[in-house]
């Protein structure tokens, strides 16, 4: 009988070097200010039921830096099935699904024992604005909830942003957060495309300030390994995972 390997780091290791890629490159996914025709969905099956784990994360980057708006996801076989099919020259992203085997074993003693095994398999799917012949089953998302006033400020998202107690100063081109002042610089609110864009990067950096040594002291915030700027931009991606629009 073969051997079955559970390859679970393998397929971590990917997701996570492909986020310190775009990071370092300068890409932040999830800055995208969502200013098309459609807002970002939980990625779900052909069946409508979501995905978990790590595949909503595979799924998110892919959906983000390729554009793609719907929320479905389907195999080559799906398609078909459904009478679609994918368009020649698509390219398809990589999910996983971990399950246990049971095996039966001999130990020390002679005896007969059952053991759980791990393991992970891949499988490729593409999203539905990559598949023909389907749209009557997956039609387009419903459009976005975008400000009334794109160009001007939110008296009470500014009263919310207003009671956190980390200084906020305007000035240059780079928003960031300084853990050793415990501050966030932003830029002024002018230099942002619509004020949702402004918002949205300002919870980014305030979800950062959250792993200050007198909050949640969180490493990965002062941590100089690749890694752990990696987790910890993921860890601010829950800041600015809501469109500020659709808080009102």
Not at 6 to 13: I, K, S
Not at 115 to 133: C, H, S, W
Not at 182 to 191: I, K, L, R, S, T
Request: charge should be negative; proline fraction near 6%.
């Amino acid at each position: 009988m073969g051997r079955i390997t559970d390859n679970r780091a393998d397929v971590y290791q990917e997701i996570t070097d492909q986020m310190i890629a775009m990071i370092e490159a300068g890409t932040r996914p999830w800055s995208k200010s969502w200013n098309g025709s459609t807002a970002p969905n939980i990625p779900l099956r052909s069946t409508g039921v979501a995905y978990r784990g790590i595949n909503v994360l595979t799924l998110w980057v892919a959906a983000m830096t390729k554009g793609y708006a719907a929320p479905h996801w389907l195999t080559f076989k799906q398609a078909i099935a459904m009478g679609g099919c994918v368009r020649k020259g698509e390219k398809g992203s990589v999910v996983v699904y971990a399950n246990r085997i049971e095996r039966t074993e001999e130990n020390n003693a002679g005896e007969e024992v059952k053991r759980g095994i791990p393991f992970l398999k891949r499988y490729t799917v593409f999203n539905a604005e990559q598949i023909d012949g389907i749209e009557a089953k997956y039609p387009a998302p419903a459009p976005i909830i975008t400000a009334t006033n794109p160009d001007e400020r939110d008296a009470e998202l500014d009263a919310l942003f207003g009671r956190v107690p980390v200084t906020l100063k305007h000035h240059g081109s780079q928003p960031y957060y300084q853990p050793s002042g415990d501050h966030v610089v932003m830029p002024e609110f002018a230099d942002f495309h619509t004020s949702d864009d402004y918002y949205s990067t300002l919870a980014h950096e305030l979800t950062h300030a959250t792993g200050h040594v007198d909050r949640l002291a969180r490493p990965s915030l002062i941590s100089t390994k690749r890694e752990d700027y990696a987790r910890e931009e993921l860890v601010a991606l829950s800041g600015q995972s809501v469109p500020p629009a659709t808080l009102q």
